[in-house]
């Protein structure tokens, strides 16, 4: 496994795979401090494709000023020796200055689909998010890229930017992989004290709940977050809900009445970590 600092020595990597026979070559983007979700990812990539890049990089710019990046893990040696033992070929892991030099203005913002849910609570975030992943896709150019379902609208954003800007590749959507309690894995679940991670699997919990009334008839959005709520409320004291929505898959839209496949998605603050989860709802099989 190479590791590759700079934006020429990564091009090189795959310029020279290419020229060696691989046909497909897949990206991983991760800001590190990888965990079973990000390998999830991985393996599908390794699966799928000849070459694996995984990138390394904690984006300043999809954080506001008073998020947690310069606190954010940064478990170097663990995560390049879990992308080595799962098989990948490269990985990339720049420098801020590398990715952002001096001078740098470039901003890629999708509309829409970014002004809910995170959107909403995160301003600039996907604005940082988008102009970051546009630069991995122009430095390494994968033909397929891996997201996980864990970020819904992040991968709803990142297949509208795709679609809308003509970018050569294919986006792959992994589903969630969670901890056996049903907390959704995420770097940020080391911040959780005790009993914050105690009260953290009611997220999942709450989701589960309103799968099943669903299921059970119910159609009525608000009726369904109310629930959610409540069960948060009890569950997770400790967590202040940012957002429970009931949206439409691909538009993002808020849901009234719930006819077609939703998604439900929330956010929930702790005091030492802000967790976000969601559950897609097919109603193929519901009553
Ligand atoms: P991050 O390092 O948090 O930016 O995540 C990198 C990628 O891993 C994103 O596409 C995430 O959606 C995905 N990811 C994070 N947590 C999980 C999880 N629990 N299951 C599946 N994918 C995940």
Redo the contacts with the bound molecule.
């Keep these: 496994m190479k590791v590759a600092k700079t934006i020429d020595e990564i091009r090189r990597l795959v310029a020279d795979a290419r020229v060696g026979g691989a046909g497909l070559v897949g990206l991983?983007?991760?800001?590190?401090?990888?965990?079973?979700?990000?390998f999830?990812?991985i393996d599908a990539a390794a699966g799928e494709c000849d070459f694996v890049v995984v990138s390394i990089f904690v984006n300043p710019t999809q954080f506001a000023p008073n998020e947690d990046f310069s606190s954010y893990p940064r478990p170097v040696e663990n995560d390049l020796s879990g992308c080595e033992s799962h098989g990948v070929d490269a990985v990339f892991a720049p420098s801020a200055g590398e990715m952002y030099p001096d001078g740098f203005a470039a901003t890629i913002s999708v509309s829409g689909l970014t002004e809910s849910m995170e959107g909403r609570h995160r301003p600039g975030h996907f604005d940082g998010v988008c102009t970051v992943v546009a630069k991995l896709f122009n430095i390494v150019g994968p033909d397929v890229a891996?997201?996980?379902?864990?970020?819904y609208q992040?991968?709803a954003v990142i297949r509208k930017m795709v679609a809308d800007l003509d970018m050569p590749l294919r986006i792959a959507v992994?589903?969630?992989?969670?901890e056996a309690d049903g907390l959704?894995?995420?770097?940020r679940n080391a911040y959780l004290d005790d009993a914050e991670r105690t009260q953290a699997p009611a997220l999942y919990e709450s989701l589960c709940l309103a799968e099943r009334l669903i299921r059970e008839g119910e159609r009525t959005a608000a009726r369904v977050i109310e629930s959610v709520q409540s069960l948060l409320g009890e569950k997770a004291p400790l967590g202040e809900v940012d957002y429970v929505a009931i949206v439409d898959p691909d538009s993002l839209a808020a849901v009234e009445e719930i006819e077609g496949d939703v998604v439900i998605a929330l956010a929930v603050k702790f005091p030492s970590a802000r967790l976000i989860d969601n559950m897609f709802v097919e109603m193929k099989n519901a009553k």
């Design positions: 991983v983007p991760t800001m590190g401090a990888l965990h079973e979700g990000h999830s990812l891996y997201f996980g379902a864990k970020d992040q991968s992994c589903l969630t992989i969670r959704a894995m995420s770097s």
